[in-house]
């Protein structure tokens, strides 16, 4: 999914703890997908480990949707593929 043109990648991330519930994630969140959409993506894409059940949920409220999923090598976690269209 990631390869595909049109998409863009938002690597590692992260909401300080403190921060966390507080709208702070989808803020930024809709800042990078303003931002990617600016620069001509049509796509956000993100990959979450399968057990980060919590951030599943997040993205999924802020507008993403399963896509794919793979296992990066040496982990034995799957990683959960989401993406979310640029508005």
């Given at each position: 999914?990631?390869?595909?043109?049109?998409?863009?990648?938002l690597l590692a991330h992260a909401v300080e703890t403190?921060?966390?519930?507080?709208?702070?994630?989808?803020?930024?969140?809709?800042?990078?997908?303003?931002?990617?959409?600016?620069?001509?993506?049509?796509?956000?894409?993100?990959?979450?480990?399968?057990?980060?059940?919590?951030?599943?949920?997040?993205?999924?409220?802020?507008?993403?949707?399963?896509?794919?999923?793979?296992?990066?090598?040496?982990?034995?976690?799957?990683?959960?593929?989401?993406s979310r269209p640029i508005m």
């Amino acid at each position: 999914h990631y390869r595909r043109p049109g998409i863009a990648v938002l690597l590692a991330h992260a909401v300080e703890t403190g921060q966390q519930g507080c709208s702070a994630n989808r803020a930024m969140l809709n800042f990078v997908c303003r931002y990617v959409g600016a620069q001509g993506y049509m796509q956000l894409a993100i990959d979450v480990p399968e057990a980060a059940v919590g951030l599943l949920d997040t993205y999924r409220r802020c507008g993403f949707k399963y896509v794919d999923a793979f296992f990066r090598e040496g982990e034995v976690l799957e990683r959960i593929v989401l993406s979310r269209p640029i508005m």
